[in-house]
């Protein structure tokens, strides 16, 4: 029953993210990405709690990305400017990996959220989708080791999308020659 409740958040997280993908406005998107972390930190930390698979480093690196979808909602505002903020989000996220080490798995959730904060950060969309690849892998590969099927179609419906994004940019990239 427990592991049923926990599934619920994750069902929700994945039926969120769909909706994050076909946002116009950025501020409604982030909004979006917002929640979906929210449901992600949930679904770990359930998960750990009821002891169905080591996920609190993951719930971990879910309340980073909360933090950081909040400074991005803010970022035309004097304090939410500058890069201090990826650096003080990519320590944040090693932190919370380490604070809460269930072993070397835990590399994984740090390495992906210092690739998700470097992706936010880039100017360039298509620079955003590399390092959105090296994102959604290692969180993959994470998922897989920690049982978390959910996480893992999670970030294949964000690998597809970032395929699509690829697919649309070299699409336009034609049409100008």
């Known amino acids: ?9 994750g069902f929700l997280a994945i039926a969120t993210t769909l909706s ?21 930190a949930v679904y770990f930390f359930l998960r750990s ?18 933090l950081r979808g ?17 650096w003080g989000f990519i320590l944040l996220g090693w932190v919370g990996s380490i604070a809460t080490w269930q072993g070397p798995v835990c ?3 740090a390495i992906s959220s210092m690739c998700a904060t470097i992706m936010l950060w880039c ?6 989708r590399c390092w959105g690849i090296v994102t959604y892998v290692t969180w993959g590969i ?10 893992l179609v999670s970030s294949v419906v964000a690998m597809i999308s970032i395929a699509v994004g690829f697919i649309q940019y070299q699409k336009a990239s034609t049409k100008k020659l």
């Open 70 to 86: 909040v400074v991005a909602l803010n970022s035309g505002k004097k304090w939410a400017a500058g890069k201090k903020w990826l």
């Open 49 to 66: 709690y009821w002891g169905i698979a080591a996920s609190y480093s993951a719930c971990a690196i879910q309340v980073v990305a909360v």
């Open 107 to 109: 590399w994984l959730s």
């Open 20 to 40: 994050v993908f076909i946002q116009k406005n950025q501020t409604t998107l982030i909004i979006m990405k917002v929640i979906v972390n929210m449901l992600w």
């Open 123 to 128: 100017k360039s969309a298509q620079h955003a």
């Open 1 to 9: 029953m427990n592991g049923t409740i926990a599934d619920l958040f």
């Open 142 to 151: 994470y998922a897989c080791l920690t049982c978390s099927y959910l996480a």
